[in-house]
């Protein structure tokens, strides 16, 4: 039987089980989670290998799961960047997973999320999250139906997600609709995210997690510096927000929600990188930051990447005047945020 692979794109209104989904797939805690909309902002890939099996329609292969952003309608600059996520993602993939939260009625986002569906005409399965929290089974059918008749999938799968539930019949389902091909990424790897970005995720899930109200929403994190050695790993990070009275909620009195928020994400990274961790955090408020387009862009892993790369290549193409920009620039920052060295103890005001 043929090896198969293929793009598969997870397509849902924010907190479906998208990101829970592809962290149960994988094996790994790739996307972050949290009870909060929107918590996933950027396409996140992870790679499933599944190995042949003996006997009819147990192909072996490999499925590149894309995770993307809740589909809603967006009122913001970071908003159009990530519905901008969620239709590239959907325009290289040979496969779809509409995932569905069946303890939720079908509202309009639900309905945009099938008309994006439709642009492309991708094949697609209907996958219902959560069916164990339904008692009564026989309720599901008259919610098969109704999508049914908005969207000809190919497939309906009830699974749980968070129990890892009816994952190992969805996987079959996938690989047998995939197309023969190659491996796109080898067996050791997972995910295609830099660990950089992943630092900055897990800083922002402690965000999510430990404050409320507007604060999540209008925070970010981007890793400043990032040293990975043998034994220690150096990385600094500045959670932006929009307003001086976040920025002090975010810190805390004393520093408290600082450390608190810096010691759990450096736990978490210690995890991912096997290795220990010297974690510094910043808090820096940017009004206004969700609605301009040149900040939202920069807050792209890829392009981090690509201007990394560039710097690193051609040194000398920067002019001395702009690195003396630069150094001041970098002044200004330090003497606008708190900073927070987990393994000092308390925040010093720069």
Same mark, same amino acid.
């Given at each position: 039987?043929?090896?198969?692979?293929?793009?598969?794109?997870?397509?849902?209104?924010?907190?479906?089980?998208?990101?829970?989904?592809?962290?149960?797939?994988?094996?790994?805690?790739?996307?972050?989670?949290?009870?909060?909309?929107?918590?996933?902002?950027?396409?996140?890939?992870?790679?499933?290998?599944?190995?042949?099996?003996?006997?009819?329609?147990?192909?072996?292969?490999?499925?590149?799961?894309?995770?993307? #952003?809740?589909?809603?309608?967006?009122?913001?600059?970071?908003?159009?960047?990530?519905?901008?996520?969620?239709?590239?993602?959907?325009?290289?993939?040979?496969?779809?997973?509409?995932?569905?939260?069946?303890?939720?009625?079908?509202?309009?986002?639900?309905?945009?999320?099938?008309?994006?569906?439709?642009?492309?005409?991708?094949?697609?399965?209907?996958?219902?999250?959560?069916?164990?929290?339904?008692?009564?089974?026989?309720?599901?059918?008259?919610?098969?139906?109704?999508?049914?008749?908005?969207?000809?999938?190919?497939?309906?799968? #009830?699974?749980?997600?968070?129990?890892?539930?009816?994952?190992?019949?969805?996987?079959?389902?996938?690989?047998?609709?995939?197309?023969?091909?190659?491996?796109?990424?080898?067996?050791?790897?997972?995910?295609?995210?830099?660990?950089?970005?992943?630092?900055?995720?897990?800083?922002?899930?402690?965000?999510?997690?430990?404050?409320?109200?507007?604060?999540?929403?209008?925070?970010?994190?981007?890793?400043?510096?990032?040293?990975?050695?043998?034994?220690?790993?150096?990385?600094?990070?500045?959670?932006?927000?929009?307003?001086?009275?976040?920025?002090?909620?975010?810190?805390?009195?004393?520093?408290?929600?600082?450390?608190?928020?810096?010691?759990?994400?450096?736990?978490?990274?210690?995890?991912?990188?096997?290795?220990?961790?010297?974690?510094?955090?910043?808090?820096?408020?940017? #009004?206004?930051?969700?609605?301009?387009?040149?900040?939202?862009?920069?807050?792209?892993?890829?392009?981090?990447?690509?201007?990394?790369?560039?710097?690193?290549?051609?040194?000398?193409?920067?002019?001395?005047?702009?690195?003396?920009?630069?150094?001041?620039?970098?002044?200004?920052?330090?003497?606008?945020?708190?900073?927070?060295?987990?393994?000092?103890?308390?925040?010093?005001?720069?």
């Amino acid at each position: 039987m043929p090896f198969r692979s293929g793009f598969v794109c997870i397509l849902g209104r924010p907190n479906a089980g998208k990101s829970t989904l592809l962290n149960a797939l994988v094996g790994e805690k790739l996307a972050i989670i949290s009870p909060k909309p929107q918590t996933t902002r950027n396409r996140i890939q992870g790679v499933v290998h599944v190995p042949k099996k003996k006997g009819k329609g147990k192909d072996g292969g490999q499925i590149v799961l894309v995770d993307t #952003p809740g589909v809603h309608r967006p009122d913001s600059s970071l908003g159009r960047k990530m519905m901008v996520e969620v239709r590239e993602a959907l325009e290289g993939c040979d496969l779809v997973l509409v995932i569905m939260d069946v303890t939720r009625k079908f509202d309009p986002r639900d309905q945009f999320a099938l008309d994006l569906l439709k642009r492309p005409r991708t094949k697609a399965f209907l996958v219902l999250n959560k069916v164990d929290l339904i008692r009564e089974k026989s309720r599901l059918l008259p919610l098969i139906e109704q999508y049914r008749k908005l969207y000809d999938f190919s497939e309906v799968v #009830p699974i749980s997600a968070l129990k890892r539930k009816g994952l190992d019949s969805l996987l079959e389902m996938v690989i047998a609709a995939l197309p023969a091909g190659p491996a796109y990424f080898p067996e050791d790897q997972i995910t295609d995210q830099p660990s950089r970005f992943m630092a900055a995720e897990i800083i922002r899930e402690q965000v999510l997690l430990n404050t409320s109200e507007e604060i999540p929403y209008a925070t970010t994190v981007m890793v400043d510096n990032f040293e990975e050695g043998a034994r220690l790993a150096r990385i600094a990070a500045t959670i932006y927000c929009e307003r001086p009275g976040q920025k002090g909620i975010l810190v805390g009195k004393g520093g408290k929600m600082l450390k608190k928020i810096g010691t759990s994400a450096r736990l978490q990274i210690e995890r991912m990188l096997g290795t220990k961790v010297f974690l510094e955090l910043y808090v820096k408020a940017e #009004p206004g930051w969700r609605d301009s387009r040149r900040f939202v862009e920069e807050l792209d892993w890829r392009r981090q990447l690509e201007h990394r790369m560039f710097e690193q290549a051609s040194p000398a193409h920067v002019a001395p005047e702009n690195r003396e920009d630069n150094a001041e620039k970098m002044q200004e920052r330090a003497a606008q945020s708190i900073r927070l060295s987990d393994r000092c103890g308390e925040p010093t005001e720069d």
